[in-house]
């Protein structure tokens, strides 16, 4: 069964870089021709779409944090990250990764973790 | 970006009520509407797909309909773990934007 697991610092510096890894067990990325997707949701407020990377390799981000916003595969390790950049209080939130397996439909997801920026 | 927008925000209602929320799309996404299901302190659960296929393992008092730009779901017959909050997302294109959210509490 398809388990997906969010790790990295829960406390980042402002105009640092929050960097988090999503390991998937259960399945291998490279084998699959699945997506795998960022969303976030700040405390007590909805969700935010962050990112994708597609099983091509192509990415796409939220306009509203494109220039920040950098998603990667790592097939060896069999994650898949997600960088921001200059991370401000707005950046505070629940971070998940999720299995995309039908254009836009997040069938799996982590159990999210939570990042929050202050100094 | 494509906007949604989900009606009512809130809404209180008792064991075995029928419920209705709608989700609107700022232009048309055809069928390209999933809906979530999410408890305090949990993950978002896809409970439906492409705007009215039921995920594998969701109750069938679950339902849903819509095509274009006008969605529903509906819960025939609440039960105590239906409390939660739920989410319409469109993915038609990119960015695959949320709904704002539904609470559903207890009445």
């Known amino acids: 069964q398809l388990q997906l697991q969010e790790s990295g610092p829960g406390l980042v510096k402002p105009s640092e870089t929050l960097s988090l890894t999503c390991t998937v067990s259960g399945d291998s990325i490279s084998s699959s021709s699945y997506s795998w997707g960022w969303i976030r949701q700040p405390p007590g407020k909805g969700l935010e779409w962050i990112g994708i990377?597609?099983?091509?390799?192509?990415?796409s981000y939220n306009p509203s944090l494109k220039s920040r916003v950098t998603i990667s595969v790592d097939t060896s390790k069999n994650q898949f990250s997600l960088k921001v950049t200059s991370v401000t209080a707005a950046d505070t939130a629940v971070y998940y990764c999720?299995?995309?397996?039908?254009?836009?439909?997040?069938?799996?997801w982590g159990q999210g973790t939570l990042v929050t920026v202050s100094s | 970006d494509i906007q949604m927008t989900q009606s009512p925000s809130s809404l209180s209602a008792s064991v075995g009520d029928r419920v209705t929320i709608t989700c609107r799309a700022s232009q048309t996404i055809s069928i390209y509407l999933n809906w979530y299901q999410q408890k305090p302190g949990k993950a978002p659960n896809l409970l439906i797909f492409a705007a009215s296929t039921l995920q594998s393992g969701v109750p069938s008092r679950f339902s849903a309909s819509g095509s274009g730009t006008d969605f529903t779901l509906t819960i025939s017959t609440l039960q105590p773990e239906d409390f939660a909050t739920y989410y319409c997302?469109?993915?038609?294109?990119?960015?695959?934007?949320f709904g704002q959210g539904t609470k559903l509490e207890i009445k």
């Open positions: 990377i597609y099983y091509s390799g192509t990415t």
């Open positions: 999720a299995r995309d397996l039908s254009g836009g439909t997040y069938f799996n």
């Open positions: 997302q469109q993915s038609y294109s990119t960015p695959h934007t």
